[in-house]
Structures are given as C-alpha cells and as structure tokens.
C-alpha cells in the first residue's frame, strides 16, 4: 500500500530480476545484501555517509534516502525469480509537507546535482560484485563484510550484527529436524488427544437461550393519558410520564441486582428427562462440574468441615431469605446466577437482550421466560407505585379543593339570603366578590377533579414495558466450545510445543547445561 513520491527526472526507481539457484529459505539475504550494495555505491558517487536501517532503508543523516522491496515467486525448495526493487532520491529539491521531516535526497545533502546515469552505474556495479560473490559461496547465508561490522559508517537500529555472524535462514533444516522427530510428535499427538478427549468429556454441556425484547417508543402511558388530557382540556399540565428512573439502559442492573435474583430462587423447574422437580435454587446443586473443579475444591472443603465441627452457630435461618443478610450458601447460589443471568442492552437501539445459560435445555428456557416476566413485573410494579402515590396526592388534593368550593358557594348563599332586595352599590359589590369567589373555587375544583380521573386511569392501564421480539424456546443443541474443537486444540498445543522443544528448546538446554557444567577459571 506503501507508495513513493517524486518529481519526474529526479530520482531513480528501477527494478532487477533476479534468477538464483537457491532455496527460498535463503532468499531475504538478498535484501540485505541490496542495501549493502547500494549504500556503498552512493559513497562512492557522493562522498556522503550513508546509514542502513536493516532490512530495507538507508538512511542519510537521520532521513530516509533509499527504500528496497524484495517480491519473490517460488515453490517449497525452488526459486522461480526475485525482483528486488530499488528507489533513490537524487536531485529532489523539496518533498510534500509529511515527508519533510522523513526523508531527504542527495541534491539536499551534498548541494548539488548528481548523474541517475551514474548512481545507477555505480549500484548495479556493487551489487553485482556482491551477488556473484553470494552465489560462489555455495551456502544459504552469507558473512556480512568485516568493515561494517566494525560500524565502518553503518548502522543497526535493531541490534549490530557481530564479526563473523552468519545470517542463515533454513527452514528446510527445521523440516528435516521434525521429520526426523516424527514418531515423537506422533507419541505427543497421541498424548495430546487422550488428554483432549478427557478434558472435552469432562466438561458439561451448556445449554444458551437469548430472549430479544425491543423497548415502546417513549414515555410509558404518555399517549393515550396525553390525549384523555388534551380533550379534557388540560393538556398543558404535567402528568408526571415525561420523566422515568427506570430506563432501559438500566435493565441489565436489575436483573444482575440481589434482590432480583433472590427472585428467582423459588422459580419452579423440570428438566427434560422429568427426572428433576424443583426449585431453581434446589436445581443449582444438581449441575455437574468438572472433576478438575471438585479437586480443586477439595481443600477449601477439608477445612470448612474442620471449622463446621468447632462451630456452635446453627442454621436456623437458611431457608429465610433476607437480600441485606445472607448465607454464606444463598451467596454463592446468587453468585452462580448472576453468571448464569446476564442482560445486554444496545445503547443505540434500545435492544435488550436476555441471556440464560445452564445445563438443561428445558431448565434454561423455562428460567429464560421467567427472568422475562419478573423484569416486567418489576418495572410495571414500579411504575403503577408511582401513579398511585401521583393519585393518592390528586386524591387529597380534591378533597381540600371540593371544601374550599363548598365554603364559597354557601357564603354566597347565606349572603345572598341576608340581602334580599337590597341595593345599596356596596351590597352588590360584595355580592359579585362572593360569586367570584365561587367561580373561582369551582374551576380549581373542576381542573383537579380531572386531573384525578386522568391519574386513575393511568394506575389501571396495565401495559407491557417492552414487546418480545425473539421468545424463549428450548434449544436444540449445546451452545459453547464444542467438543471437536477442544480435542484439535489440545493435539495442536501438544505437538506445538514437541516442535518447538525439538527446533529451539533441546539446543537451548543442552547449551545451558554445558554452561553450567564447564569447569571456572
């Protein structure tokens, strides 16, 4: 995807393609030894100092000056052709903003023109010395040059290859090595599986039900209240829907809450073999676990026998379930379901997403359906609480609104009956004072004695939070890491390691060994 940008007659890009007798394993060193050719060419051209940042740049002065690409066709122990591709920037006076501080050219190093004609020359001269040289060697690696590892002008940004250190890729020795190791990794394969087989059937099947629950636009109730309210003519007033605590974005909360799993304890539950009828809770000990896990329990066990025989505290309240106090038991159990239990809500869309897994397909569905209802229960429960406190305020408020009403109609009444036929101007001022009066109270009374009607039918509307999109249903198959699948885990991990200990990890120790065991001076 790289690309390299240039002037056109102001560098040089060419290509060479290369026919070697040799193996591919080999062939990379040929890259290195591009980068050497031409790096020593442009010395020689300029007189400048150039840099080799292994395997394929050179470097001026900190810059960039040279890039090197190698493209090889071959097959497993044959090499078809290489083209080694070679870019330098010689006469470029200026590079694009990015680049600046990246790269440079022989123009801006040396301050002045050079010949393309003859930094070509010059590298395919180099080069080819060194290559004939490579090929006469007859060996897959080659010495890098005395002079530069004597850091004659070169430099490794990684690590400097030392006098005399081969750089030799044989990956046909590493084939030869395993083949010759053969009836060991077919042992360790062997050994391998038995111990895939083993874990893979230890391991219980799990069984996964998702339920896909889609959330109502807006505010629960706010259309149909909305609209009662619009035609008894108080659709300006609040009716407390707008503003809801409890969101979508928290249903994963709740169902992860203590008390909501508590919930769940007493669940009825039947396993597809009917062999099992219980409660959820009861079930839970009726799940197998690996034997690793009953070994690995075996200590923490041991000593809560130990403790239990020292112990004068006595279960008397297991069975009472109290969410601010529970048993060590009840703990684990709602540890275990929350594990079991999870809730996944996309922010984006709204989508919940209600996940069960257990070991029964029949247990899992039914708790599935379950967990489902209880969410709505529980968020209907709370909403309905909160329309009923919204009414038993409206209820009160009625109620003390109606009396001012009736204490202005009868001092209407009482002074309209004291009055009669007088008609003094002060008389029937404070006879328009008390109808006003009146008027008033009654159209408070009126608002408020609707506003009650509309927060009665809020509490008896009973519709759903949310709409199931994807309903529980039994599964069919285990869900998990099937059993195939750990069995080619482990034979590859098994003969992963065999052929790393043959190639690299016997060498290794024998050489430590010999380390250890060789007599100090």
Known sequence: GRHWEAPAGTGVWMSLLLRPKMEPASAPALTLLAGLAVAEALEEVTGLSMEIKWPNDILCNGKKIVGILMEMDCEMQEVHFIVLGIGVNVNMAEFPEGLREKATSLYLEGGRTYSRRQTVHSILERFEELYDAF????????????????????????????EDEELEIDLMEYVRKLWAARKMLLKVAGIGAIVGVIIALSIPKQYTVEVTLSPESGKSGGGS?????AMLGIGGMSLGSEADALNVSLFPDIVASTPFILELFNAHVTTLDGEVDTTFVAYLDEQKAPWWGAVMGLPGAAIGGVKSLFSDKEEEEGNRLDPFHLTEDQAKKVEAMRKAITADVDKKTGITTVTVTLQDPMVTAAITDTVVVKLQEYITAYRVSKAQQDCAYLEQLYKERQQEYYVAQQNYANYMDANKGVVLQSALTERERLQNDMNLAYQVYSQVAT????ARAKVQEAKPVFAVVEPASVPLLPSGTSKKVILVGFIFLAVAGASAWILFGREFFENLKEGLNAPQE
């Open 451 to 454: 506003q009650l009607q509309v």
């Open 225 to 229: 209240l909305s609209g009662m309210a």
């Open 135 to 162: 090929l006469q060697s007859g060996k897959i690696g080659f010495h890098l040059p005395k002079e530069m590892a004597e850091d004659k002008n070169y430099t490794n940004n990684t690590e400097r290859p030392r």
